[in-house]
């Protein structure tokens, strides 16, 4: 117990140096106007350098990464059907399936999935 509490001790003791001499020896750079903007020739940009954001597709990214994992949770079950009688498992699935294409149908009817400009 007590070589599991000094090599615990050794570790942190490694660590937080190592942590200590690499925020000192780390190149700090100061950032000020003419690093942070983009070099056109030394003039001043004349458009955005930024590209406006489309919330609509961030929506729809979060939308489909919320229903492909609920679908990855349906894997495991398929599996197991295979090991028990299906007759157990038809009531879960069906609650499961159809959980899905309730919020499906509810997104559809929101229009959050209709792609617009």
Same mark, same amino acid.
């Given at each position: 117990? !007590? &070589?599991? &509490?000094?090599?615990?001790?050794? %570790?942190?003791?490694?660590?937080?140096?190592l942590?200590?001499l690499?925020?000192? &020896?780390?190149?700090?750079?100061i950032? $000020?106007? +003419?690093?942070?903007?983009? #070099? +056109?020739?030394?003039? $001043?940009?004349?458009?955005?350098?930024?590209?406006?954001?489309?919330?609509?597709?961030?929506?729809?990214?979060?939308?489909?990464? %919320? #229903? $492909?994992? +609920?679908?990855?949770?349906? #894997?495991?079950?398929?599996?197991?059907?295979?090991?028990?009688?299906?007759?157990?498992?038809?009531? !879960?699935? !069906?609650? #499961?399936?159809?959980?899905?294409?309730?919020?499906?149908?509810? +997104?559809?009817?929101?229009?959050?999935?209709?792609? &617009?400009?």
């Amino acid at each position: 117990m !007590t &070589t599991l &509490t000094i090599m615990s001790l050794v %570790i942190m003791m490694i660590s937080s140096i190592l942590i200590v001499l690499l925020n000192l &020896t780390s190149k700090k750079s100061i950032s $000020d106007r +003419e690093k942070s903007s983009p #070099f +056109e020739c030394g003039f $001043d940009p004349k458009s955005s350098t930024r590209l406006p954001f489309s919330l609509h597709f961030f929506l729809i990214a979060i939308i489909f990464l %919320i #229903f $492909d994992v +609920e679908i990855t949770l349906l #894997f495991p079950l398929i599996v197991t059907l295979k090991i028990n009688s299906p007759i157990s498992y038809m009531p !879960t699935l !069906t609650l #499961f399936i159809i959980i899905l294409m309730m919020g499906l149908i509810h +997104e559809w009817k929101q229009g959050a999935l209709n792609w &617009t400009y």
